[in-house]
């Protein structure tokens, strides 16, 4: 029986893992169902945003057992990277809801999103040096490019495990609400998305992270502004201006 669900709510998607028994740990079974489900989404222009995870933990890391005896080729094997890499590759905004733990390859899932919501009692970290290793779902990468390589380096070399306050101040979260609202929270986010239009939203996602790609600010600006430009022989972009203008709502087509 699958342990990854999806229900699309709104033009949202909720993705959620469900192994309870323990405390949501990824499995290479469970990240290739999610893999399944990103590859539906990626595909489904109806979908303007996709949340990821839920109340209870959102991912206490791998499943360490089955990694203890593996070599180097199966560690390979067991390696999450090029799944996550379509979570982030993703058209659309993701924003991960973040209860509970959050650790190993469970925050790495959570770094593949576009942005992060934690309840108050959440707990992060990339504890994976106490195991004689380091992460390897991106997690020495996607984290330096957030919040800076000193405060990476301190984390992934300590293996510390911070709280959500921590989290939010170094800016691996975005908000911090409680428990009850993280679920509400992420799919108000994710409804202001879902109210644009999906061709200046696609757009701006791929901008910015294409942006951080390039070695000057002058290159990147050029990249934008052919992109910036572009967005004028849309149908979006007349009905958008033509709204603001009257006064009245956006009806966007997509087009």
């Excluded at 999610?34 to 109806?46: G, K, P, T």
């Excluded at 301190?154 to 609202?181: H, M, T």
């Amino acid at each position: 029986m699958g342990r990854v669900k999806c229900e699309i709510r709104d033009r949202v998607a909720i993705v959620s893992v469900g192994r309870p028994e323990a405390l949501n740990a990824l499995n290479r079974e469970i990240v290739d169902e999610i893999e399944a489900v990103i590859d539906e989404l990626a595909a489904d222009e109806s979908v303007m945003a996709v949340v990821i995870g839920g109340t209870e933990n959102f991912a206490a890391g791998a499943d360490i057992k089955g990694l203890i005896e593996c070599d180097s080729e199966k560690a390979r094997a067991f390696a999450f990277h090029d799944s996550y890499n379509k979570i982030m590759n993703l058209p659309v905004p993701t924003v991960a809801a973040i209860d509970g733990y959050a650790l190993g390859g469970g925050l790495e899932l959570a770094l593949a999103c576009d942005m992060r919501i934690a309840t108050e009692s959440a707990k992060m970290g990339l504890p994976e040096i106490n195991l004689g290793i380091m992460p390897g779902a991106s997690g020495t990468i996607r984290l330096p490019r957030l919040v800076g390589y000193a405060k990476a380096c301190e984390l992934i070399l300590s293996g510390a495990v911070i709280n959500a306050q921590e989290a939010e101040k170094i800016g691996l979260v975005n908000q911090i609400v409680p428990k009850e609202e993280l679920m509400p929270t992420a799919m108000k986010w994710c409804q202001k998305f879902a109210a644009k239009g999906r061709i200046s939203l696609v757009t701006a996602k791929k901008t910015i992270a294409k942006g951080l790609t390039f070695p000057t600010v002058e290159e990147a600006g050029r990249y934008e502004a052919d992109e910036w430009a572009k967005l004028f022989d849309t149908e979006d972009q007349k009905e958008g201006m033509r709204a603001f203008v009257e006064k009245r709502k956006p009806v966007f087509t997509g087009k």
